[in-house]
């Protein structure tokens, strides 16, 4: 198979073409290349740019835009799929993550215009193909691309109608299914182009497959001792006047009860036996009957991404074109299923943490059975028990959440519904002079929508003392004390109770299994879990706008190997976001668990007035923070200029610069050199050096308080507080980036054939990186160091306990603060390499292809935070990564496919290779010995060390295409042929939702029919 000439120019000098892509059989005769400012062919550049083709892709089983970013090489862990423990809000959205660096360092293009992040608005079927740079390209297109840059370019001229179809079968799925159509039509001078896309993802339980549905002994990291079978703290009289007395359970275990708001210690009871707590699939804990809340979410959620997009492209003139583009998507999501409620980190005591936290008095009409199912009722000092308070506790989870169910689950679900915007026009042409000009204003608009039900934990604490639901109205008669005091009044004139014992719920709805605890009658009312629940709804609005001018042409200055080009530009950039939360315990009215006609206010907990909240303004809910809205804008200017050198027939350099402002006074320069040799006509060098920035991000602002949630390892993989304060003294991160490679094309060992290798080293180091200083996780490693808690440490303050410190006593603490700031930077590194062999066949033609990226180098520098230096530097590489949530970085990934065609038929068979990683939290330097590790691994008893050491990803692919009379094109596609189930994963879903695929084999269906 020969080449025609120009491609073999772009093959040798410029592109990296992955495995199997075909190339198009047009002849191009200009275009602008990714990462440049100058007109010309690829064969004029020396950056390492990816080419996919839309007929390549087709030829790929058409994959989705998830399904094509997971398989590039240069990518890290994507998100996209439903992860709720990672951003559920980013279900079907799509963001590229080149060099594993991070989404916000790789810069989104479409048509050579920014777009939004999430790349869910780009139409597939107008596609005409997508550039991959893999170098950075801060001076060609300003911040966000540090690592690369993904240009999603359309079609420009089509006449005739198309539409297309699949079906993707997949076990224990209603499968998933796409259809699109494309319309175009015009004159000698003018085309327009339309299209309409729709997809559909359909919901995939955890029950469904194996690996997400494990006994506690194999994967403890999805079950919680935070749960409504609990351990009761039978108490005395109440206190005239609450104060913040603790008396530990047990001295040095640190859980501290609160003896001086719910009165002395009289008993100690479990609300559930060995055989109950089995009964609706739970495991015995030390003072709970822990629940697996992995059954309540789904792996794939039901999703639909809706497109549509409008091209009209104009030659105004001989020397002048117009564009105008138009694209919207919507990506909706109508239950992205969670756990039946929330845990506990926070509650209505005057003490902070997660333990003993409500308090249930005995006049409670649920109270009888439960102290007689307990054996509470046969305490010798029965007579003076007053009430119980929860050691560990939610309100809902072994019984599910009836009130919210939907379909086979029953969670308190979140709805997510993001809409986007893309609107781009300019001109572009040639003026009188020979000198070039693309004019463009470019506006993106996005309107996320996304709730998070919380319960508001006053509320349920006032259904406790009987004093719940919508049309509660009693008088409150004791002012000494947080809540509704007036026992006559209680569970009367509309107010209801809330049953907080084992017998509120019938079973275990997921698995089917019954509650010998329950009582008929005794489930709380829809009305009431409604009210005690807020959606925690809020809406973000993006409004981006981008003014370009690049101009380009020759300087008349001729060198041995031709004319010097330049190119100069100006960008202007307006960016607009706000925040809309409605909700009044959302946005911050509410700072404290209780109302503020309690007199509840943020005090730090050393002022004599201190009655239960902290000076943070932790707010109303049990287990999330608030989020006060913002309103916040940027403004950024910019001018650049490249010039293109070249300095022999066979040697082009080029340079460039960059300068830009943005607002707050920050700014920025950067600078970048390349350079390409052809030695030979077979063989060609290529390098480049340069710099690259990331400007603070819109949402940066500083001094702002952002109250979450961390996964700790220290806490057994708990979910609890994590406070995040922005520094005032944020400058923009910078980065230096280097490549340098080798190209050689030649014929290969028949006549007729093509081989090609394509091999590059690439170099990253980001310094002053934004993000966090030092992670929480960290943060706690280091106060409880081997397991036990060191009041002494610099960071202890930054810890808040369940009550006071106590050395050396377990890890008991229901939040930590950091900081977000410059923090330490990143080094990576690593080798492209592509190997392509083609050749005559029979009647056709057979092709081999080798995609691969081997990471070398994957290293954080040292964190330190308040003069504290956590580490010497952190070694990524080969690790899933804890910080805030777990980052795969793999040293492999590789793509081989084998490609044969002949007359309408094609065959493809790829094989996806990741290479394993292990989970860092349990290298052996983390312990102290290997029993501190051994017992690490422990769960219920038994060592088990599942997930930890992470497996190989491979998987086969088999794709066949038939064109078929009547403009008509059959594919159809099996994935993963030998079934093989994703690397398991000490994840709550079991496996890694950014890297592995958990779908099992599926079978795929296309066709496609053009008018």
Known sequence: MKLNPIYRGILCCTLAIPAGTALAQEAIEEIVVTGSLIKGTPEDAAL???????????????PSALEFAKTLTSQGPVDGEAYYFGGAEDTGNVQFNLRGLGSDKTLSLFNGRRVNQNTSIIPSIALQRVEVLKDGAAVTYGADATGGVVNFITRDFYEGFEVDASYKYIDGSDGDYSTSI????????????????????????????????????????????????????????????????????????????????????????RDYTTESCEAVGGVEGKVSCMYNYAPYYNIVEDNDIYRLYG????????????????????????????????????????????????????????????????????????????????????????????????????????????????????????????????????????????????????????????????NCNAQDLDPNRFGTQNAAAAGQNGCMWFNPFASNFTGQPILGLDNPSYIDGAENSAELVNWLFDPRAEETIDDDITVDLVLNGGTGLELPGGEVAWGAGLQWRKRHRREVVESDFYNGAQPCVWPNRYGQVPRSPSDPEYNGCTPDEPGPFQFFGTNPPDRNSQDQKSAFAEFNFPVLDNVVMTAAARYEEFSGGLDATVYKVSGKWDISYNLSLRGSYGTNYQAPGITVTPGEVNNGVSNYSVADGSWLGSTTVTRSDIEPETATVWSTGLIWQSEGFTSGSDFRVILDYYDIQTEDELGLLASTNDIAAAVFADGKTNCDHPLANRVTFNGACVNGADPNFASITTD????????????????????????????????????????????????????????????????????????????????????????????????????????????????????????????????????????????????????????????????????????????????????????????????
């Open 182 to 269: 494309m319309g175009g039509f015009g004159g000698d001078d003018t085309n327009i182009i339309w299209a309409a896309e729709w997809e559909h993802r359909s919901e995939l339980d955890t029950t469904d497959r194996d690996f997400s549905h494990t006994p506690y002994t194999t994967n403890p990291v999805p079950w919680s001792s935070l749960t409504n079978l609990s351990s009761w703290v039978a108490h005395g009289p109440l206190p005239t006047v609450p104060t913040t007395e603790t008396r530990e359970l047990i001295p040095g275990s640190g859980l501290n009860l609160n003896t001086g708001e719910f009165g002395p210690m009289y008993g100690f009871v």
């Open 820 to 1011: 977000y700031g410059n923090g330490p930077g990143q080094h990576t590194s690593g080798v492209d390499l592509q190997i392509n062999y083609g050749f005559p066949f029979l009647k056709g033609d057979l092709d081999f292809g080798l995609t691969a990226t081997r990471v070398l180098e994957d290293e954080n520098d040292p964190a330190e935070i308040d003069g504290y230096q956590l580490d010497s530097g952190d070694d990524r590489l080969g690790d899933l990564n804890y910080e805030t949530i777990a980052f795969a970085s793999s040293e492999w990934r590789a793509n081989f496919s084998t490609n044969y065609s002949q007359d309408i038929h094609n065959f493809r068979l790829v094989l996806n290779y990741i290479s394993g990683v292990d989970d860092e939290r349990y290298d052996a330097e983390n312990f102290a010995s290997e029993q501190a590790r051994t017992a690490a691994l422990t769960a219920g008893g038994v060592y088990t060390d599942w997930g930890v050491k992470g497996d190989d990803w491979l998987v086969a692919d088999f794709h066949y295409n038939v064109e078929l009379p009547w403009d008509t094109t059959i594919s159809a596609s099996i994935q993963n042929l030998t079934d093989e189930d994703p690397p398991e994963s000490r994840q709550e879903l079991g496996y890694d939702p950014r890297v592995g695929n958990p779908l099992g084999r599926t079978f795929e269906l296309g066709f496609t029919k053009r008018f």
């Open 48 to 62: 390492p740019v990816e080419v996919h083709t839309a007929a390549d892709m087709n030829m790929s089983g058409a």
């Open 311 to 470: 091209q009209v492209t104009s030659a105004v003139s001989d020397s002048m074109d117009f564009h105008l583009r138009l694209a919207f998507s919507r990506v909706h999501t109508p239950a992205a299923e969670g756990s039946p409620s929330q845990p506990v980190i926070r509650g209505t005591a005057l003490n902070e943490g997660y333990v003993t936290q409500f308090y249930v008095p005995r006049t409670n009409p649920y109270w009888g059975a439960f102290a007689d199912r307990t054996g509470l009722s046969s305490n010798p000092y029965y007579a003076g028990i007053q009430g119980a308070s929860a050691l560990l506790y939610r309100g809902f989870a072994h019984g599910g959440n009836p009130t919210f169910a939907q379909g086979n689950n029953s969670s308190a679900a979140r709805e997510i519904d993001n809409k986007y915007w893309h609107l781009s026009t300019g001109l572009d042409g040639t003026f009188e002079n020979g000198v070039g000009y693309d004019f463009g204003i470019t506006y993106n608009h996005a309107t996320l929508w996304n709730d998070d039900p919380d319960i508001i934990a006053y509320r349920l604490q006032e259904a406790m003392n009987g004093f719940g639901g919508p």
